[in-house]
């Protein structure tokens, strides 16, 4: 097990997941996660900030994702951040930021 490139958040998924299935029979999940942080500013004002993750998931991962994490769901993942760049159709660069889950947790009521 190794600790160099490791994520674990808890959050909730932001929209429907989306699944797409490569000829090979492989799958892959693919949705967003807001994680929520507080804290006191130095007004003493709390403040609620939210930050959003693009989750990726292969196999039997992607198929959980699939069966049960609707738009809503409260989830705990575990995984790796990796990155990807593609051209866009104007050939402009773009650069991806995901999280590759290796594990899932269902949190929260059905």
Do not use: C
């Not at 160099?4 to 892959?28: A, C, D, H, P, Q």
């Not at 130095?42 to 609707?70: C, D, M, R, S």
């Amino acid at each position: 097990m190794s600790l160099r490139n490791k994520v674990t958040l808890i959050g909730y998924t932001g929209k429907e997941v989306e699944i797409t299935n490569f000829e090979s029979g492989n799958s892959k999940a693919s949705v967003s996660l807001a994680t929520n942080d507080h804290y006191t500013n130095a007004k003493g004002e709390k403040v609620e900030e939210t930050q959003w993750h693009n989750l990726v998931a292969f196999g039997k991962t992607a198929e959980i994702f699939q069966k049960y994490v609707p738009k809503g769901k409260e989830i705990a993942i575990e995984g790796k951040l990796t990155y990807r760049s593609y051209d866009d159709k104007d050939g402009i660069k773009k650069y991806i930021t995901e999280i590759r889950v290796d594990g899932i947790l269902l949190l929260g009521g059905k």
